[in-house]
């Protein structure tokens, strides 16, 4: 199993993540884009995700909300910009327990032999709202859903395509 990277630059408001995945970056997009699969791997998986909005088109807001077993709600919001495609998906994050702090996410799709990498690139308005968002427990969170994507992309994939 590939292992997820995440690099927090340091002299950059920036946390670039990649990790490569057994399947085309068709699949890819559509985990992303398709909020009957988002729920299935986004977040950890100790939490309930709930999806609120998901319009998936240029200027299309979307949000959602991750349920704890004690019933506690955390709250993200965004709006993509342009479509989102096989070129990437840009969209705009923010935690709503901290409003005001957004950042600007890039993803991107390099499919080769069968194999995507996924590469998402996030960019916050200071270091200090950068490693805010990296003291909150996001290692933990992006490995487990990286984990519960690849374990998606697996069973999505056609039975001859892992021959």
């Not at 959602?64 to 840009?90: A, C, K, N, W």
């Amino acid at each position: 199993m590939s292992k997820t990277r995440i690099v927090a630059d340091p002299v950059q408001p920036t946390i670039t993540i990649t990790r490569e995945f057994d399947g085309p970056a068709e699949l890819l997009l559509r985990v992303h884009t398709d909020p009957d699969l988002l729920v299935q791997w986004l977040g950890p998986r100790r939490l309930t995700m709930t999806i609120h909005e998901y319009d998936v088109r240029h200027g299309g807001a979307w949000r959602y909300t991750h349920r704890d077993v004690d019933g506690t709600e955390y709250g993200f919001r965004g709006v993509f910009h342009g479509t989102p495609s096989l070129d990437g998906i840009v969209q705009t994050f923010e935690f709503e327990g901290a409003p005001g702090h957004v950042s600007l996410e890039k993803l991107t799709f390099a499919e080769r032999d069968g194999r995507t990498l996924l590469t998402m690139r996030s960019v916050y308005q200071a270091i200090d709202a950068r490693d805010a968002m990296i003291a909150s427990g996001m290692e933990a969170g992006v490995n487990d859903s990286m984990d519960r994507l690849a374990e998606l992309i697996a069973e999505l994939q056609p039975a001859a395509s892992r021959l």
